[in-house]
Structure formats: C-alpha cells, structure tokens
C-alpha cells in the first residue's frame, strides 16, 4: 500500500489546493490539445504535478513505475500542448523541474472523470484484497439535493474547507496510514418534470 499526503483535486479552475504557476493563462482546448492528453500514460504524469506540485520527471516517474526518460518525454509533449511548464526556481544546475500550468485541471474534465471512473475501478476490482479496516473506511454513495447555484457554490466550498483540515491530520509514517482519494461532483441535473 502506498504512503502519501491526502492531495485535492478538481475539475474548476477554483480550486485552492491546486500548486501551479500564478500567471499563466487558462486557455481552451483545441483537437491539438486533446489529442496531446489522449493517452493515459501522458494524464499520470500531468496528473501527479497537479497533485503533488513541481517536481523532476524522475520524481512521478518513480511513483509511476516509468522510466525517467519516458516521463519527461511525456512531460514535454505536455508542454507542447501548454498544460505543463518549467519551474526553473524550484532547480538546481541541470536538473529540468516542471508544474502544471494554472488552469489545467479545468481544461480535460473528460479526461480527469474517466481517471475517476478507472480509480473507483480498481478500487471495486481490489476492495477485497484490503485489510477490513479499510474496507470499512471505505465509503461510495451519492446525494441528491435541492439547491440553488449560490448554495452549491456555498456547499462546495464548505467540503473544500473540510478536506483541506484534514491535511494537518497527517499521520505520516504511522503503520496503518495510507493514501485516500476523494471525489467530488456537484453538478445539477434536470428533473423529469424539468424535462419534459
């Protein structure tokens, strides 16, 4: 079982927990760029930034179980398409440190609710190879509530201000921690009286 910090991630470029560069445009998504985070292996790299903060391409490569070679390809293709950039401040000497660029979990929602949808996966595929313990801190359910978009707006942020309080929980090496994943979707739907 891997050992880590509980990381947020979003699909809104509102997010505050999201360690990117503070200048940089958000910009939209062509069919270039789509086809540049098409793959998976391209996302895992992109994705571990976005979590983690600047880092190396050996970094997530280590964590990813890829070569240093084929991250920091993967890393520059990325950039090509203009979701990563270099943090030079964060290097020393020839070491090539990159971020993900402000905004960038908010350009591929497709791409980071179909990471989603292959965690929970996975989860569901392996939950019974997990100690009981974990089992049972498990949790999947969903709500369905009656809200207006300030209220959802208001709702989100208080979930946000929660997880964020958990962060100075952070057990760190104690026997039984581990790494969560959380996902959030509020997102409204049409009722069939709506509908019709």
Same mark, same amino acid.
């Given at each position: 079982?891997?050992?880590?910090?509980?990381?947020?991630?979003s *699909?809104?470029? $509102?997010?505050?927990?999201?360690?990117?560069?503070? &200048?940089?445009?958000? @910009?939209?998504?062509?069919?270039?760029?789509?086809?540049?985070?098409?793959?998976?292996?391209?996302?895992?790299?992109?994705d571990? #930034? /976005?979590?983690?903060?600047?880092?190396t391409?050996?970094?997530?490569?280590?964590?990813?179980?890829?070569s $240093?070679g %084929?991250?920091?390809?993967? +890393?520059?293709?990325?950039?090509?398409?203009? !979701?990563?950039? &270099?943090?030079?401040?964060?290097?020393?000497?020839?070491?090539?440190?990159?971020? =993900?660029?402000?905004? %960038?979990?908010?350009? !591929?929602?497709?791409? #980071?609710?179909?990471?989603?949808?292959?965690?929970? =996966?996975?989860? +569901?595929?392996t939950?019974?190879?997990?100690?009981?313990?974990? @089992?049972? *801190?498990?949790?999947?359910?969903?709500?369905?509530?009656? +809200?207006t978009? *300030?209220l959802?707006?208001? +709702?989100?942020?208080?979930?946000?201000?929660?997880?964020?309080?958990?962060?100075?929980?952070?057990?760190?090496?104690?026997?039984d921690?581990?790494?969560? /994943?959380?996902h959030?979707?509020?997102?409204?739907?049409?009722?069939d @009286?709506?509908a019709?």
């Amino acid at each position: 079982m891997r050992r880590g910090r509980c990381r947020g991630s979003s *699909a809104t470029p $509102s997010s505050r927990a999201r360690p990117e560069s503070p &200048d940089h445009e958000v @910009r939209g998504l062509d069919a270039r760029s789509l086809r540049g985070l098409a793959r998976p292996l391209r996302m895992e790299p992109l994705d571990a #930034l /976005r979590r983690g903060g600047p880092a190396t391409a050996s970094q997530p490569a280590a964590r990813l179980g890829e070569s $240093s070679g %084929a991250t920091g390809h993967h +890393l520059r293709r990325s950039a090509a398409h203009g !979701f990563v950039e &270099d943090a030079p401040e964060h290097g020393e000497g020839r070491e090539r440190w990159w971020r =993900a660029v402000r905004g %960038a979990a908010g350009l !591929f929602p497709h791409e #980071l609710a179909g990471q989603h949808t292959r965690e929970l =996966a996975t989860w +569901l595929g392996t939950r019974d190879d997990w100690p009981e313990d974990w @089992r049972r *801190a498990s949790d999947l359910s969903d709500w369905t509530l009656n +809200l207006t978009p *300030a209220l959802a707006q208001e +709702l989100i942020e208080k979930m946000r201000d929660l997880l964020e309080s958990y962060r100075a929980l952070d057990p760190g090496d104690t026997p039984d921690a581990g790494q969560v /994943r959380l996902h959030t979707h509020v997102l409204p739907t049409r009722t069939d @009286r709506e509908a019709g």
